[in-house]
Structure formats: structure tokens, C-alpha cells
């Protein structure tokens, strides 16, 4: 970690085995001593570990975390925060629920940032994304997207390089979502 100025890891890492759950908290101890922004993806995968497991584990990791990536799906399973009155799948979303899973995640962790993705599912390949960044008891949403989607994969991932890198180069937490 020497020169860096972050480190992020997904939830998908500490599922792979109890020895990367290990390495995963050592990092995060790293970092923290050396004055390293710290930030991770819940990203739970039913099929690498039970929400028992995540949950355990990602309670401890949480706590280096300075910003937290998460979905409505992700704060439920792993941690059992759940947006009030939103069903992703009936294409609505209530910005007050999101609002209330960050807090409840800030409240917990400590998290400086809280980052969360919002995805109507209007079909198989049409949603309206969009997100909410949550810091300092303020909530910043970004414009609606109409998205076809194509292929699934690298869309979380996208999202959270970009939130970085605008965090990193300071930009306000509005133009940063």
C-alpha cells in the first residue's frame, strides 16, 4: 500500500474462502494505519457464501470502511437493511427508503460516504438507473437513465470507478453521483 491513495475490495473477494475473509481485514487495518481511503462494494453472491457468512464478515470489514457501495438487494442480504416502501422490481423507487438505508448504514459503520444505485426494472433489458450519494446527513441524487441493456457484467463495477475517481479528485458530492 505504500503511494496509494485508495483500496477497494467487493464483496465477491472475502466470499471466495475464510483465508481472503483474513487477508481482506488485514488490508483494511493496513490502509486505515496508513491513512488509505478504504472503500468496498457489498456485492453478496448467494452462490459463494450464506447471508450468515457475509454477514459476520462483512460486519468486521465494515467497520474500515469509509465508503460503502451497496444496492437494495446487497444492504438486505448481507446486513438486513431494507428500503422502506421500494419494490425494485415494480420499477418504483422511494428516495426516502434509500435515504433511511444510508443512515441506518453511516449509523453502523461509521462510513464517511454511502453510495447506493437505484435500478427499476422496467424489463429483462430495460431499466432506469440512477443513484444516491449519502455524506455528511445529506442525500444527492443523480439524473434518470433510460438503459438497454446489452450484457450485465461491469455495471456496478463502472459505477464504482467512476465514484472514485471523482472522490478522489474532490469534486462535490453532487457532480460526484
Not at 48 to 76: G, P
Not at 100 to 126: H, P, W
Amino acid at each position: 500500500l505504500d503511494g496509494a491513495d485508495w483500496f477497494h475490495f467487493t464483496g465477491i473477494t472475502p466470499a471466495l474462502s475464510p483465508n481472503v475473509v483474513d487477508i481482506c481485514l488485514e488490508a483494511c487495518k493496513k490502509a486505515k494505519e496508513m491513512g488509505v481511503k478504504i472503500s468496498c462494494d457489498l456485492n453478496y453472491r448467494g452462490k459463494l457464501w450464506t447471508r450468515e457468512e457475509a454477514n459476520k464478515a462483512m460486519t468486521e470489514l465494515c467497520k474500515y470502511v469509509d465508503v460503502c457501495i451497496a444496492n437494495e438487494e446487497d444492504a438486505a442480504d448481507v446486513f438486513g437493511i431494507h428500503a422502506a416502501n421500494t419494490d425494485v422490481y415494480a420499477g418504483e423507487v422511494n428516495h426516502e427508503g434509500y435515504k433511511d438505508v444510508a443512515k441506518q448504514l453511516v449509523s453502523r459503520f461509521g462510513c464517511e460516504y454511502v453510495a447506493i444505485t437505484l435500478r427499476e426494472s422496467l424489463s429483462a433489458n430495460d431499466n432506469n438507473w440512477s443513484a444516491m450519494l449519502y455524506t455528511g446527513g445529506e442525500a444527492y441524487f443523480s439524473k434518470k437513465y433510460a438503459v438497454h441493456i446489452v450484457d450485465r457484467v461491469g455495471g456496478g463495477d463502472s459505477f464504482g470507478g467512476g465514484l472514485i475517481y471523482s472522490l478522489l479528485n474532490n469534486y462535490s458530492a453532487q457532480e460526484t453521483i
